[in-house]
């Protein structure tokens, strides 16, 4: 071979590696795409990045809005929970607790155990519909509407006094107004007496944030005809010590022992007073203690004339003294029979 072939192969051989490395050069190129479109994703990419990171674990993470994004970390929230580290206190008879924050269509599949009421539970975080608690390290859920942050009140300091109600009121089963949990058990009206036996020593705060002390009360009430003890709660300030006005009203009363025979249609008011203020619906409406229907009697003890002409009657009924406003459209007097 001649020295001239020889130099021609070795040009040939350098222009293959050339060419080989160019082509190597462009795939490489068309693999990343075009300069425009690198741009693009690079800017696509950062933006997903910013919405999806991890949330602060030290975040509270709120969303208040509802747009899926925490108004706190501006990142991303599914199924949010405000972190918590306190504890809450069951308010329902038997509360199912969970070990993921669903229902299931068999509604037991994902129950873990059942807590009962004032029981105490450990909250790590909570949302609108789900509580998370912690039972020995693991997380599990109940049902917010389930739980409160407000301790049972179980301790009172103890009285042994007669009171008066100063207003209507319910008492309640337990002392709470928070529904499913305390409900209405007996109505009272402004001037009743009851027993009170104790005053709590912790307050009630309810969800609007109004704080109140409740009562302790005892008294008895007829069920099915047999009179009954009852224990109850009321809030405190609706009880005083004062006893009411004198209930014969300042009236001169004298003994009379009248007959009273109901003839209205409709029933009569038994009172608890012959006090009456014109106007005062709810005071004059707290005095009615019982009723009395068509053609039943009445034995009047005593009678009065108000300054204005109004007649009233004491009248006795099952050995209770009541208060009745003789009207004779609405009763009518028999004379007693001669002896």
Known sequence: MNKVLKITIAVVLCLIVILAVTLLITQC??????????????????????TTKKPDPDCTHVDADYDGLCDLCNTEVENYFTLADDVVYVISSELNV????????????????????????KRTGYNDNWTRIEIDGVSYYVSTDAVTTQ?????????????????????????????GYSEQIDTFFKGNSVKRTGVATVKYVDTDGAEYTFARIEYTVKVEGVDTPRVSYVNNDYLTTEPPADPDAGIAFEENSDVLLVIADESIALRKSAIWINGDNEHNNAQIADYAFTN???????KGVESDGTIWYKVLVNDVTYYVIYNETRLQIQTPAAE
């Open 151 to 179: 301790k049972p009140i179980t301790e009172f300091t103890q009285v042994d006094e007669t009171v008066f109600f100063t207003k209507n009121a319910y008492a309640m089963t337990k002392p709470s107004y928070l529904e």
């Open 29 to 50: 190129h068309n693999r990343g795409g075009a300069p425009e479109e690198t741009t693009t994703t690079t800017t696509t990419t950062t933006t997903t990045t910013t």
């Open 98 to 121: 969970r070990q993921t924050p669903t229902v299931p269509d068999d509604n037991y599949s994902n129950v873990f155990c059942s807590k009962y009421m004032d029981d105490e539970l």
């Open 296 to 302: 039943d009697t009445l034995q009047a003890t005593h």
